[in-house]
């Protein structure tokens, strides 16, 4: 589903992503039961991914590889990899 806003969001379970790109970056941010995660990019789409607490919180790892970010997330998050929506414009992170 896409917003208004040109944002896209996808919930699997209690899992909800949302992809979008503003202030540069494309990022893709997770919510689950309060807890937030975050993985961005540079809107070129050829830099390193960062791990944030949130959209605009702090930075705790970088990683080449969207699997690691992903892995990264789910541990934040407290579930699976396989439980983790990618709305599929966010498919294609990572290098």
């Not at 934040?76 to 990572?94: K, N, Q, W």
């Amino acid at each position: 589903m896409t917003d208004h806003q040109g944002a896209t969001e996808l919930t699997a379970g209690d899992v909800t992503a949302r992809y979008v790109e503003e202030a540069g970056e494309r990022r893709l941010d997770f919510e689950r039961e309060g807890r937030t995660a975050s993985i961005a990019q540079n809107v070129d789409g050829y830099a390193m991914l960062k791990v944030r607490t949130g959209p605009g919180g702090d930075e705790l790892e970088r990683y080449y590889g969207f699997d690691m970010a992903l892995d990264h997330v789910a541990e934040l998050l407290g579930v699976g990899v396989d439980d983790l929506p990618v709305p599929d414009p966010a498919a294609d992170m990572g290098m």
